[in-house]
């Protein structure tokens, strides 16, 4: 998900502290050949440690694929995650990754398809009224063209990989609603929040159809939002891309355990 200029001319004082934890690694699931598909919330923006051969793909050594893969000791581990990857991108160019001896698949996607760079910059830039407007109109399109496009990348996985078990991860809300927090009013952010929920829910709803396993990981981002005083998402920041998305911290304590627990359950069924 990408952000241009404007954006962070507009919210250059908004800033997150954000700090650096451990987490202990798992169990072995030795066997499992696990690849990594998706958007820029799963290769890593905003976390930082980037792979130089990844380019704009902005693919991290702290992202929650790479923390689960050094966890577990699996057979082989594709990380083909990219920025501004849409479900359309996804299955034309990360879906090589795939085969029928995998394993293990965990996606997010739909964000970029909705417009969540644009729909993000017009809540910063503009009114609140342009700001709702904008949302109401992402909505509209999750509820009635994302399903479709969901369906039809989730079937193309299923396809490539018959066997996999395919863990689909959501996104977080952006922000706890406080009394005081520099930046957007609460009415925007409370909007926004609105948006991560339908869009949730669609993606929620598309997983089950396929058969796949659903992981929120709002429950893991909970008290962690943006104005929380604990965040594990970055506000505006420099580069710009890497604005509202997950820090390294965030992905280590929430997207890895949301996937560790997902992907436990979904391999025990395997077996």
Same mark, same amino acid.
């Given at each position: ?23 202990s690694g798992s169990a072995s699931a030795a066997g499992t050949n696990y690849v990594a598909l998706g ?29 689960? @893969?050094?966890?577990? *000791?699996? #057979?082989?581990?594709?990380? $083909?995650?990219? =920025?501004? &990857? ?104 409370? @909007?926004?929040?609105? *948006?991560? #929920?339908?869009?949730?829910? $669609?993606?929620? =709803?598309? &997983? ?64």
């Amino acid at each position: 998900m990408r952000f241009t200029r404007p954006c962070l001319a507009a919210l250059g004082a908004v800033s997150i502290a954000a700090t650096s934890l451990l987490c202990s690694g798992s169990a072995s699931a030795a066997g499992t050949n696990y690849v990594a598909l998706g958007d820029s919330y799963s290769s890593g923006t905003g976390a930082g440690s980037y792979d130089p051969a990844s380019g704009s793909c902005n693919r991290s050594a702290n992202a929650y694929p790479n923390l689960w @893969a050094a966890a577990h *000791a699996t #057979d082989s581990f594709k990380f $083909v995650a990219c =920025s501004g &990857a849409t479900t359309t991108t996804v299955a034309s160019g990360q879906l090589g990754a795939l085969s029928s001896s995998t394993t293990l698949v965990s996606v997010t996607a739909g964000g970029n398809d909705a417009g969540f760079a644009d729909v993000m910059e017009t809540c910063v830039l503009y009114s609140t009224s342009t700001c709702q407007s904008r949302v109401a109109e992402a909505q509209t399109y999750m509820r009635d063209t994302l399903p479709g496009r969901l369906d039809s990348l989730y079937a193309k996985i299923r396809a490539k990989s018959p066997s996999a078990r395919v863990v689909v991860l959501g996104y977080p809300h952006l922000y706890k609603i406080v009394s005081v927090c520099v930046g957007l009013s609460n009415t925007k952010r409370t @909007a926004l929040n609105a *948006a991560a #929920d339908t869009l949730d829910s $669609v993606t929620a =709803s598309a &997983a089950g159809r396929a058969g796949f396993t659903w992981s929120d990981v709002r429950d893991e981002f909970a008290g962690h939002e943006l104005c929380s005083g604990d965040d594990w998402l970055n506000a505006v920041t420099i580069p710009i891309e890497s604005s509202y998305h997950p820090t390294a911290l965030g992905h280590r304590l929430g997207y890895l355990p949301a996937l560790t627990g997902s992907a436990s359950l979904a391999l025990q069924k395997q077996t």
